[in-house]
């Protein structure tokens, strides 16, 4: 029996590790056997050789256990096939990490570039799927996305919160659509954060994402055409340029507006403005766009300042 504490040799270890898988024993109970000196000095040999002594261990061909038995050849030929195998492993172990980092950093700059935290959002879902798809743990598979699995049920909790807050919402703008089908998406974000609080409604722009993602939001109201003044027709000159009114009824100026109506129809409010106390001294509501009409509030303004 070995003394405790004695430095063991490299070819030494991987020896007492094959034995310990060949026996069956617990960690103690052969701990106690070979002299070694605790649990926590095979735990660090484990952690080191592990794999590769399980690969031996467990192959078709099983090696004697008792060093006696073996000749001095077999036993240079088999460290050497282990040590190679060693580094076989520790350059894929060094490839595997490498490759988990660019992973990494290509999601983070993915976070940065489209400003969403993709780990926080998806971890729980992936967690899920290890879990129904590889049969793995919940403990162990939250340890891959450094959580716990208390963080993990509280996810799933939150997440089946969130989608009844969703469908609420959801349900709350049909209703309200229903009564007034062209009420915009912003009157809409207005009305619900005053009905359930700010507490409960998300940004602006995540409602506007979720009336998207359920063909809710109305389409973009279309341009209307104005006044085109590239045209062949007399352009007459500013005559008011740079003339700046000190008094009520020294300059009037005339505008037309456009005002849609149900069905696309369209009608012409015509306006003579007071440029001094912008007040409205005349108006016709018409149809078209006739001269007739803005005349007529031309009148108007007269008949008023008189």
């Known amino acids: 029996m070995r003394k405790k504490h004695e430095h063991y040799s490299e070819e030494e270890k991987l020896h007492l590790l094959h034995s310990y898988y060949q026996s069956g024993m617990s960690k103690t109970s052969f701990c106690k056997q070979h002299g070694i000196s605790g649990i926590t000095l095979l735990n660090k040999w484990l952690a080191k050789y592990e794999s590769v002594v399980k690969e031996v261990s467990l192959a078709p061909c099983q090696a004697p256990t008792d060093m006696s038995d073996r000749s001095k050849e077999d036993y240079h030929d088999e460290n050497a096939r282990l040590k190679k195998r060693v580094k076989e492993l520790e350059k894929a172990l060094a490839f595997s990490r490498l490759e988990t980092e660019a992973r990494d950093l290509m999601i983070r700059r993915a976070e940065?570039?489209?400003?969403?935290?993709?780990?926080?959002?998806?971890?729980?879902?992936?967690?899920?799927?290890l879990v129904r798809l590889r049969k793995?743990?919940?403990?162990?598979?939250?340890?891959?996305?450094?959580?716990?699995?208390?963080?993990?049920?509280?996810?799933?909790?939150?997440?089946?919160?969130?989608?009844?807050?969703?469908?609420?919402?959801?349900?709350t703008v049909r209703e309200i659509r229903g009564e007034d089908p062209g009420i915009g998406g912003y009157k809409l974000w207005i009305m619900l954060t005053a009905l359930f609080g700010e507490r409960f409604m998300p940004g602006r722009d995540s409602f506007y994402t979720l009336l998207r993602r359920h063909r809710l939001m109305l389409p973009p109201r279309k341009a209307r055409g104005t006044t085109n003044s590239n045209h062949r027709y007399h352009k007459w000159k500013n005559l008011i340029k740079g003339f700046v009114p000190t008094s009520p009824n020294q300059l009037w100026v005339s505008d037309i507006t456009y005002i849609p109506l149900a069905g696309?129809?369209?009608?012409?409010?015509?306006?003579?403005?007071?440029a001094y106390s912008h007040k409205i001294v005349g108006w016709v509501l018409a149809d078209s766009l006739r001269a007739s009409a803005t005349l007529e509030a031309l009148r108007q303004a007269i008949d008023q300042a008189v």
């Open 112 to 129: 940065e570039y489209f400003n969403i935290p993709i780990r926080k959002k998806t971890w729980g879902q992936i967690v899920t799927e």
């Open 264 to 274: 696309g129809d369209v009608c012409y409010l015509h306006l003579v403005t007071d």
């Open 136 to 171: 793995m743990k919940v403990a162990p598979a939250c340890r891959l996305f450094g959580h716990c699995r208390q963080a993990y049920y509280q996810s799933k909790a939150d997440i089946g919160s969130h989608v009844k807050n969703e469908r609420l919402m959801l349900d």
